[in-house]
Protein backbone atom coordinates (compact mmCIF):
# COMPACT_ATOMS: atom_id res chain seq x y z
CA UNK A 1 0.00 0.00 0.00
CA UNK A 2 1.03 3.56 -1.14
CA UNK A 3 2.15 5.89 1.93
CA UNK A 4 1.74 8.86 -1.08
CA UNK A 5 -1.95 7.29 -1.72
CA UNK A 6 -3.27 7.28 1.99
CA UNK A 7 -1.72 10.92 2.85
CA UNK A 8 -3.95 12.13 -0.46
CA UNK A 9 -6.36 9.88 1.04
CA UNK A 10 -6.92 11.94 4.24
CA UNK A 11 -6.72 15.26 2.37
CA UNK A 12 -9.02 14.72 -0.09
CA UNK A 13 -11.41 12.76 3.21
CA UNK A 14 -10.33 16.38 5.47
CA UNK A 15 -10.83 19.01 2.53
CA UNK A 16 -13.92 16.75 0.60
CA UNK A 17 -12.10 18.56 -2.57
CA UNK A 18 -10.05 16.85 -5.38
CA UNK A 19 -8.92 20.57 -6.83
CA UNK A 20 -8.15 21.58 -3.64
CA UNK A 21 -6.07 18.80 -2.38
CA UNK A 22 -3.93 18.96 -5.85
CA UNK A 23 -2.94 22.09 -5.59
CA UNK A 24 -2.01 22.02 -2.29
CA UNK A 25 0.10 18.86 -3.06
CA UNK A 26 1.50 20.58 -6.36
CA UNK A 27 -0.31 17.60 -8.04
CA UNK A 28 -2.48 17.87 -11.28
CA UNK A 29 -5.93 16.85 -10.53
CA UNK A 30 -5.36 13.64 -12.10
CA UNK A 31 -2.84 12.03 -9.79
CA UNK A 32 -4.80 12.87 -6.92
CA UNK A 33 -7.92 10.94 -9.07
CA UNK A 34 -5.40 8.16 -9.87
CA UNK A 35 -3.97 7.54 -5.97
CA UNK A 36 -7.26 7.50 -4.57
CA UNK A 37 -8.41 4.69 -7.00
CA UNK A 38 -5.62 2.71 -6.60
CA UNK A 39 -5.94 2.48 -3.32
CA UNK A 40 -9.61 1.86 -3.66
CA UNK A 41 -8.43 -1.11 -6.26
CA UNK A 42 -6.52 -2.66 -3.41
CA UNK A 43 -8.98 -2.25 -0.48
CA UNK A 44 -11.65 -3.73 -2.83
CA UNK A 45 -14.29 -1.00 -1.82
CA UNK A 46 -14.89 2.93 -2.83
CA UNK A 47 -14.00 5.45 -0.38
CA UNK A 48 -15.69 8.47 -2.08
CA UNK A 49 -18.54 9.60 -3.22
CA UNK A 50 -18.69 11.56 -6.06
CA UNK A 51 -22.27 13.25 -6.85
CA UNK A 52 -21.75 16.69 -8.98
CA UNK A 53 -18.81 18.51 -7.74
CA UNK A 54 -19.70 17.14 -4.16
CA UNK A 55 -17.47 14.65 -2.89
CA UNK A 56 -18.26 12.69 0.55
CA UNK A 57 -16.59 9.42 2.43
CA UNK A 58 -18.88 6.30 2.00
CA UNK A 59 -19.47 4.54 4.94
CA UNK A 60 -16.35 1.99 4.31
CA UNK A 61 -14.23 5.50 3.98
CA UNK A 62 -15.76 6.82 6.84
CA UNK A 63 -14.74 3.16 8.66
CA UNK A 64 -11.16 3.37 6.42
CA UNK A 65 -9.82 6.98 8.25
CA UNK A 66 -9.27 5.85 11.38
CA UNK A 67 -7.51 2.86 9.86
CA UNK A 68 -5.39 5.61 7.45
CA UNK A 69 -4.41 7.83 10.31
CA UNK A 70 -2.97 4.77 12.27
CA UNK A 71 -1.14 3.85 9.31
CA UNK A 72 0.49 7.41 8.93
CA UNK A 73 1.53 7.19 12.03
CA UNK A 74 2.66 3.91 12.20
CA UNK A 75 4.97 4.36 9.23
CA UNK A 76 6.32 7.75 10.06
CA UNK A 77 7.19 6.46 13.24
CA UNK A 78 9.17 3.63 11.80
CA UNK A 79 10.62 5.62 9.65
CA UNK A 80 11.72 8.56 12.25
CA UNK A 81 13.58 5.71 14.73
CA UNK A 82 16.83 6.20 13.37
CA UNK A 83 16.75 9.40 12.05
CA UNK A 84 18.41 12.39 13.88
CA UNK A 85 15.20 14.86 14.61
CA UNK A 86 17.22 17.93 13.35
CA UNK A 87 17.51 16.73 9.82
CA UNK A 88 13.65 16.28 10.01
CA UNK A 89 11.75 18.25 7.43
CA UNK A 90 8.01 20.04 6.94
CA UNK A 91 5.59 22.58 7.40
CA UNK A 92 3.86 23.40 10.60
CA UNK A 93 1.00 25.48 10.40
CA UNK A 94 0.24 27.21 13.84
CA UNK A 95 -2.84 29.42 14.70
CA UNK A 96 -2.13 31.71 17.69
CA UNK A 97 -3.87 34.55 19.56
CA UNK A 98 -1.92 37.86 19.89
CA UNK A 99 -1.68 37.82 23.28
CA UNK A 100 -0.33 34.57 23.68
CA UNK A 101 2.20 34.86 20.79
CA UNK A 102 3.77 38.19 22.72
CA UNK A 103 3.39 36.02 26.26
CA UNK A 104 4.52 32.60 25.60
CA UNK A 105 5.28 31.32 21.70
CA UNK A 106 7.91 33.90 21.18
CA UNK A 107 9.88 32.65 24.34
CA UNK A 108 9.98 28.84 23.01
CA UNK A 109 10.97 29.89 19.31
CA UNK A 110 14.40 30.09 19.73
CA UNK A 111 14.68 26.61 21.45
CA UNK A 112 12.20 24.84 19.19
CA UNK A 113 13.96 26.50 15.81
CA UNK A 114 16.90 25.32 17.38
CA UNK A 115 15.46 21.61 17.60
CA UNK A 116 14.41 21.46 13.83
CA UNK A 117 16.34 23.40 11.73
CA UNK A 118 14.71 22.47 8.56
CA UNK A 119 11.25 22.81 9.48
CA UNK A 120 9.38 25.25 8.15
CA UNK A 121 7.27 26.96 11.17
CA UNK A 122 4.32 29.36 9.71
CA UNK A 123 2.12 30.94 12.51
CA UNK A 124 -0.75 32.20 11.65
CA UNK A 125 -1.98 35.31 14.17
CA UNK A 126 -5.50 35.71 14.28
CA UNK A 127 -9.04 36.06 16.77
CA UNK A 128 -10.36 32.48 18.78
CA UNK A 129 -13.40 31.71 16.67
CA UNK A 130 -11.21 32.87 13.71
CA UNK A 131 -8.69 30.14 14.11
CA UNK A 132 -11.07 27.66 15.37
CA UNK A 133 -12.47 27.59 12.18
CA UNK A 134 -9.18 27.40 10.01
CA UNK A 135 -8.25 24.21 12.21
CA UNK A 136 -11.69 22.54 11.46
CA UNK A 137 -11.12 23.45 7.47
CA UNK A 138 -7.85 21.90 7.84
CA UNK A 139 -5.59 25.25 7.29
CA UNK A 140 -4.16 24.78 10.04
CA UNK A 141 -2.41 21.86 11.92
CA UNK A 142 -2.76 23.42 15.34
CA UNK A 143 -4.03 26.18 17.14
CA UNK A 144 -2.57 27.78 20.38
CA UNK A 145 -6.12 30.06 22.07
CA UNK A 146 -7.77 31.12 25.11
CA UNK A 147 -11.35 30.08 25.42
CA UNK A 148 -13.70 27.89 27.59
CA UNK A 149 -12.71 24.69 28.16
CA UNK A 150 -12.66 22.65 24.72
CA UNK A 151 -15.77 20.64 24.19
CA UNK A 152 -15.71 19.84 20.53
CA UNK A 153 -15.38 16.02 20.13
CA UNK A 154 -13.53 15.99 17.16
CA UNK A 155 -10.94 18.04 18.73
CA UNK A 156 -8.38 16.76 20.97
CA UNK A 157 -6.47 19.04 23.81
CA UNK A 158 -2.83 18.04 24.40
CA UNK A 159 -2.21 20.74 26.23
CA UNK A 160 -4.26 22.83 28.94
CA UNK A 161 -3.74 26.08 31.09
CA UNK A 162 -6.28 27.47 34.00
CA UNK A 163 -6.11 31.09 33.16
CA UNK A 164 -7.45 34.29 35.36
CA UNK A 165 -9.37 37.44 33.40
CA UNK A 166 -8.62 40.78 35.72
CA UNK A 167 -9.20 44.30 35.74
CA UNK A 168 -6.22 46.59 34.80
CA UNK A 169 -5.52 50.17 35.26
CA UNK A 170 -2.80 52.61 34.73
CA UNK A 171 -1.10 53.75 37.99
CA UNK A 172 -2.30 56.86 37.49
CA UNK A 173 -6.07 55.93 37.65
CA UNK A 174 -8.19 56.82 40.46
CA UNK A 175 -9.28 52.97 41.09
CA UNK A 176 -5.46 52.21 41.09
CA UNK A 177 -4.94 52.68 44.80
CA UNK A 178 -8.14 51.35 45.63
CA UNK A 179 -9.04 48.18 47.43
CA UNK A 180 -11.97 46.26 46.97
CA UNK A 181 -13.44 48.13 44.72
CA UNK A 182 -17.40 47.08 44.33
CA UNK A 183 -18.03 45.59 40.57
CA UNK A 184 -20.93 48.48 40.15
CA UNK A 185 -18.81 51.50 41.18
CA UNK A 186 -15.80 50.03 38.38
CA UNK A 187 -18.87 49.90 35.40
CA UNK A 188 -18.99 53.58 36.17
CA UNK A 189 -15.57 53.92 34.21
CA UNK A 190 -14.85 53.84 30.68
CA UNK A 191 -13.09 50.47 29.58
CA UNK A 192 -10.33 49.61 26.48
CA UNK A 193 -12.06 46.30 25.11
CA UNK A 194 -11.07 43.23 22.61
CA UNK A 195 -13.14 42.23 19.77
CA UNK A 196 -16.96 41.55 20.62
CA UNK A 197 -16.04 37.86 19.90
CA UNK A 198 -13.71 37.30 22.08
CA UNK A 199 -14.06 35.88 25.58
CA UNK A 200 -12.84 38.89 27.78
CA UNK A 201 -15.88 41.03 25.90
CA UNK A 202 -18.32 38.42 26.36
CA UNK A 203 -17.61 38.31 30.11
CA UNK A 204 -17.30 42.10 30.87
CA UNK A 205 -20.97 42.18 29.40
CA UNK A 206 -22.18 39.11 31.36
CA UNK A 207 -20.71 41.31 34.62
CA UNK A 208 -22.31 44.72 33.48
CA UNK A 209 -25.66 42.68 32.87
CA UNK A 210 -25.64 41.09 36.05
CA UNK A 211 -25.18 44.74 37.91
CA UNK A 212 -27.64 46.62 35.74
CA UNK A 213 -25.52 48.50 34.07
CA UNK A 214 -24.63 49.39 31.05
CA UNK A 215 -21.23 48.55 29.53
CA UNK A 216 -18.65 51.96 28.77
CA UNK A 217 -16.60 50.79 26.12
CA UNK A 218 -14.99 54.10 24.83
CA UNK A 219 -11.97 52.35 22.49
CA UNK A 220 -12.41 48.84 20.97
CA UNK A 221 -9.19 47.60 19.79
CA UNK A 222 -7.88 43.65 18.82
CA UNK A 223 -4.35 43.78 20.54
CA UNK A 224 -3.72 43.69 24.20
CA UNK A 225 -0.36 45.17 23.30
CA UNK A 226 -2.35 48.33 22.16
CA UNK A 227 -4.84 47.97 24.74
CA UNK A 228 -1.67 48.06 27.99
CA UNK A 229 0.06 51.16 25.95
CA UNK A 230 -3.50 52.97 26.21
CA UNK A 231 -3.86 52.33 29.77
CA UNK A 232 -0.73 53.68 30.75
CA UNK A 233 -1.71 56.93 28.70
CA UNK A 234 -5.39 57.18 29.46
CA UNK A 235 -7.68 56.97 31.91
CA UNK A 236 -9.94 54.33 30.76
CA UNK A 237 -9.95 50.20 32.41
CA UNK A 238 -9.84 46.97 30.50
CA UNK A 239 -10.36 43.04 31.38
CA UNK A 240 -8.16 40.94 30.20
CA UNK A 241 -5.72 37.81 30.83
CA UNK A 242 -3.17 38.57 33.69
CA UNK A 243 -0.93 36.84 31.59
CA UNK A 244 -1.37 38.88 28.91
CA UNK A 245 -0.11 42.25 30.77
CA UNK A 246 2.65 40.51 32.83
CA UNK A 247 6.01 42.56 32.00
CA UNK A 248 3.62 45.66 32.79
CA UNK A 249 2.66 44.58 36.22
CA UNK A 250 5.38 43.37 37.27
CA UNK A 251 7.61 46.42 36.41
CA UNK A 252 4.61 48.43 38.15
CA UNK A 253 3.19 49.85 35.24
CA UNK A 254 -0.18 48.68 35.12
CA UNK A 255 -1.79 47.71 38.54
CA UNK A 256 -4.10 44.60 38.49
CA UNK A 257 -7.46 45.96 40.49
CA UNK A 258 -8.91 44.55 43.56
CA UNK A 259 -12.32 44.30 42.92
CA UNK A 260 -15.27 42.87 45.14
CA UNK A 261 -16.02 39.45 42.74
CA UNK A 262 -14.45 36.02 42.29
CA UNK A 263 -11.91 35.01 40.21
CA UNK A 264 -13.01 34.65 36.76
CA UNK A 265 -11.51 31.38 35.32
CA UNK A 266 -10.78 30.47 31.80
CA UNK A 267 -8.76 28.42 29.53
CA UNK A 268 -5.53 28.80 27.41
CA UNK A 269 -4.88 25.59 25.46
CA UNK A 270 -3.63 23.85 22.42
CA UNK A 271 -6.11 22.38 19.89
CA UNK A 272 -5.56 20.15 17.24
CA UNK A 273 -7.60 16.77 15.18
CA UNK A 274 -8.37 14.45 17.32
CA UNK A 275 -7.83 11.68 14.01
CA UNK A 276 -4.53 13.79 12.86
CA UNK A 277 -1.44 12.26 13.90
CA UNK A 278 0.68 14.27 15.95
CA UNK A 279 4.26 14.23 14.20
CA UNK A 280 7.36 14.28 16.26
CA UNK A 281 7.50 18.58 15.84
CA UNK A 282 3.79 18.56 16.47
CA UNK A 283 4.77 17.20 19.81
CA UNK A 284 7.95 19.10 19.94
CA UNK A 285 5.96 22.31 19.93
CA UNK A 286 3.08 21.35 22.55
CA UNK A 287 6.17 20.57 24.75
CA UNK A 288 7.88 23.87 23.95
CA UNK A 289 4.53 25.56 25.15
CA UNK A 290 4.31 23.55 28.16
CA UNK A 291 8.03 24.63 29.66
CA UNK A 292 7.18 28.22 28.75
CA UNK A 293 4.19 28.10 30.04
CA UNK A 294 3.59 25.16 32.59
CA UNK A 295 0.79 24.26 34.25
CA UNK A 296 0.19 25.71 37.64
CA UNK A 297 -2.05 24.94 41.16
CA UNK A 298 -5.49 25.94 41.86
CA UNK A 299 -5.87 29.09 43.77
CA UNK A 300 -2.16 30.27 42.42
CA UNK A 301 -2.16 33.41 40.08
CA UNK A 302 0.29 34.55 37.97
CA UNK A 303 0.84 37.46 38.99
CA UNK A 304 0.85 37.35 43.02
CA UNK A 305 1.59 40.70 43.73
CA UNK A 306 -1.49 42.97 43.51
CA UNK A 307 -2.79 46.32 44.32
Request: net charge neutral.
Amino acid sequence: MDLRNIRTFIQVAEQKNFTKVANEMNYVQSTVTMQIQQLERELGYPLFDRIGKTVSLTAMGEAFLPQAYEILQILHKASDQNRDLSEVSGTLRVGVLESLLFSTVVDALPGYQAQFPNLELQIKMGQAAELLEQLKQNRLDMIYISAGMNTDPDLSCPYQREERLVFLAGGKHPLARRKKIPVSELLEHDFVVTERSGICYGKLRELAAQNNAKLRASIEVDSTIAIAKLLKMGKELAFLPEYSAKNELVQGQLVALNVDIGDQIYYSQILCHKKRWVSPFMAAFIDSIKNAAPTIPDGVSVIVKRK
